[in-house]
């Protein structure tokens, strides 16, 4: 009898953890850690359980819902870490080091989306890799495609910046057809406007 | 017809196909269920973002396919799919998947050929409605037990049906066994090399080996197949006892150069976004020896020294990409990536040099704004 106590007040409590849903991201200005980001349109604030395997420190908004799009903020990414998490220990993630340069933040990226969708899952390619200046910090933009088995194809862009020796990176995925397009210049209005909030 | 003239393997190998032809099903439901399925999951794979729709490709493997198949070419609808592990499937409905993991880690298109007899075994001795009915039988033995265990104890477990699926995997792998000996067969009567159907394996074994991260779990083509040193070593010991030593000589394979020649790009950066660079070394090197164009070898060698970033890896990449330049057909990128590289190590001006060349060579490269961003610092 009192196993099945214990078992149903875990099982309270676990689902009582679940139940923090989606939470509404106003229009304005955010801060994600150490980053500052301006949203002209409200989002939507995933809750960890739905988007695994994203550092503690990094949120994952959406309008229409993860699968249709999602943008995503990864913030201080040390030296020699990865920018997705994994218990996998054969998973062989790519990692930040603090030298890359931008067409190895390139690189980074699109091994790092192969392993998010499964190795082997998804073909990704990344183009159109221009600077852009993130407040004080020279960073990159780039755009990205990912056509994955089974599933839509995902389009998107990607900007990112390193500093003090850490890597800011933020990403924004659309299905094709219809949903990249529909959220695709507010997304790039908030990853464009993304700086280091404690230098600015 | 060289398998008929060998008593040796008369003897050992009995196997032949079960069916016909152009075979349908016409009595028996549950197969008639198991074609409706696999016929869906055809549908939803000629809609897939990667399924490789280039001719070059589907010709050539569709033509080796249909010379192994021989009279049951016609049943058989390939889809080569963009994945750079090493797999081939082949349904009971005859669609037969290859990934192009296959074609970068064949040293010939015989071992392409090797795998895809294997799968026609497969679907000509009737292996998916044999695991169909045999996993029907177990689950529903394993379910009694399961009953059985709960009425007597009060718990519930899953312990029979979990034993049910291990010795289906286990009914499995002798159905891989039979079908590479049926496929090596095949093989042989289609006059590909007999002695690249364990070749094929031992190439897996050296990539392993070669590995930097070890798989925990086998590929998928391995995990329901016998160890892979086993499979090579009995398949050797066939192969050599039944057609003689391997006296095939080594000559350049110039349909499959050409196929890894004109597509060499994609198939690589699909390897390369693995992040497993132990695996892409052993299969550059493999490449460097077949003979594909070095230019493009040694420019994926430098990608991959310099993607993996250890103790001499940037000089090693440098040297890789001068090759690359050298051997006179480089992609425009060894320029760039050779750029990128001397900004690395701080030299501007050779920087800038290797910059302009990449704009010159690819005037609309698609990151020009970014090079030029460089080039006017």
């Given amino acids: 009898m009192n196993k099945r106590i214990l078992f149903l007040a875990t099982t309270f409590f676990m689902l009582g953890g679940c139940v923090t849903g989606y939470t509404l991201v106003e229009p304005g200005q955010h801060s994600i850690d150490t980053m500052t980001v301006n949203a002209s349109s409200g989002w939507n604030l995933a809750p960890g359980y739905a988007a695994p395997g994203t550092r503690k420190n990094a949120q994952v908004w959406t309008q229409d819902g993860l699968l249709l799009d999602r943008l995503v903020f990864v913030p201080a990414v040390p030296d020699g870490e990865p920018i997705l998490l994994s218990n996998a220990k054969d998973a062989a993630l790519p990692v930040f080091h603090k030298s890359m340069l931008p067409n190895e933040i390139e690189e980074l990226v699109e091994s790092t989306i192969v392993k998010f969708f499964g190795e082997g899952q998804a073909a990704v390619s990344t183009s159109k890799l221009r600077p852009h200046r993130f407040g004080d910090h020279r960073g990159v933009m780039f755009d990205i495609s990912a056509e994955v088995t089974e599933s839509p194809t995902y389009n998107g862009i990607v900007g990112a910046f390193i500093a003090n020796d850490e890597l800011y990176i933020m990403w924004y995925f659309g299905a094709e057809p219809y949903y990249y397009d529909k959220h695709l210049a507010d997304a790039e209005a908030i990853i464009s406007s993304a700086t280091l909030a404690a230098l600015n | ?377």
């Avoid at chain 2, 152009?22 to 439901?29: D, Q």
């Avoid at chain 2, 198991?34 to 010709?59: G, P, Q, Y």
């Avoid at chain 2, 090759?323 to 990128?333: F, K, T």
């Fill in chain 2, 1 to 377: 017809m060289l398998l008929c003239g060998s008593p040796a393997l008369a003897e050992k190998e009995p196997l032949d196909h079960k069916i016909p032809p152009g075979y349908v099903p016409e009595e028996a439901r549950d197969e008639q269920g198991l074609w409706m399925e696999f016929e869906e999951m055809e549908r939803t794979l000629n809609k897939s973002a990667l399924l490789v729709r280039d001719a070059d490709i589907n010709n050539y493997i569709t033509e080796i396919v249909c010379r192994v198949a021989a009279a049951y070419c016609n049943d058989f609808r390939v889809y080569v799919i963009r994945n750079p592990g090493f797999n081939a499937s082949m349904t009971a409905t005859g669609m037969m998947q290859i990934w192009t993991g296959l074609i970068i880690r064949a040293n010939s298109t015989d071992e392409i050929a090797a795998v895809v007899g294997h799968e026609i075994a497969h679907y000509t001795r009737l292996h998916s409605l044999q695991r169909l009915r045999d996993m029907k039988k177990k689950l529903a033995a394993g379910s009694v037990f399961d009953l059985a265990v709960i009425l007597a104890t009060g718990y519930s477990t899953p312990l029979g049906q979990m034993t049910a699926m291990m010795s289906v995997l286990s009914f499995s792998r002798e159905q891989e066994t039979e079908a590479d000996l049926l496929g090596t067969r095949i093989l042989a009567e289609a006059s590909y090399n007999p002695h690249a159907s364990y070749k094929v394996w031992q190439r897996i074994i050296a990539e392993e080996e070669a590995a930097a991260v070890k798989r925990r779990k086998p590929s998928a083509f391995s995990q329901t197949h016998p160890a892979t040193q086993q499979r090579a070593s009995y398949l050797e010991s066939l192969v050599v006892s039944t057609y003689g030593e391997d006296d095939a000589e080594s000559v350049a394979d110039e349909k499959l150069l050409a196929i890894l020649n004109n597509h060499y790009l994609f198939l690589m950066e699909d390897q390369l976004d693995t992040n497993r660079f132990g695996r892409t070394k052993e299969l550059l090197e493999r490449h460097r020896e077949i003979g594909v164009e070095p230019s493009l070898v040694y420019y994926f060698y430098g990608e991959m020294f310099r993607q993996r970033n250890e103790e001499g890896d940037m000089q090693l990449a440098m040297d890789s990409y001068l090759h690359s330049i050298e051997a006179g057909a480089p992609p425009p990128d060894a320029f760039k990536s050779l750029g990128y590289l001397h900004l690395k190590s701080g030299d501007n001006t050779a920087a800038q040099i290797q910059f302009r060349k990449y704009l010159e060579i690819d005037p609309t490269a698609d990151d020009r704004a970014m090079i030029e961003f460089y080039l006017e610092e």
